[in-house]
């Protein structure tokens, strides 16, 4: 099993792979692991981002299939038209478990509403 690099945001958002960003890039692999959705505040009077939120947390036994058809990004992008929807990855075998362990510590505003 893989070393647990992350049990924060700020370890999530620079430490896990995304489709989302140059620094950390990676495209969803056909592997097991487990996903963060965060919603970055986009400050439009500068170049700056706002505050982030974690959102909700997932597991899956593929990453490319839940990033190309998540129906959470969809309704997310939806609710937050301004705000940056960004999806974060790290694969494990052990994903459910660390799902669980995640959501217990972090409590991202969607699993809390239907956990």
């Known amino acids: 099993m893989a070393k647990d690099p992350a049990i924060d945001?700020?370890?999530?958002?620079t430490k896990w792979?995304?489709?989302n960003s140059y620094g950390n890039y990676k495209y969803p692999p056909e592997k097991?692991?487990?996903y963060a959705?965060?919603?970055t505040d986009l400050n439009l009077d500068s170049d700056?981002?706002?505050d982030r939120e974690l959102v909700y947390i997932g597991s899956t036994s593929n990453l490319k299939t839940r990033y190309v058809g998540h129906e959470v990004l969809k309704v997310?992008?939806?609710?937050?038209?301004?705000n940056h929807v960004a999806f974060y990855f790290f694969e494990t075998?052990?994903?459910?478990?660390?799902?669980?362990r995640l959501i217990k510590k972090l409590e991202p505003r969607i699993n809390c509403h239907v956990n």
């Open 76 to 82: 997310l992008r939806a609710m937050f038209p301004i």
């Open 17 to 19: 792979e995304t489709p």
């Open 93 to 100: 075998t052990n994903y459910k478990n660390y799902e669980k």
């Open 48 to 50: 700056c981002y706002g």
């Open 32 to 34: 097991s692991g487990v």
């Open 37 to 39: 959705v965060v919603a």
């Open 9 to 13: 945001l700020k370890k999530i958002t």
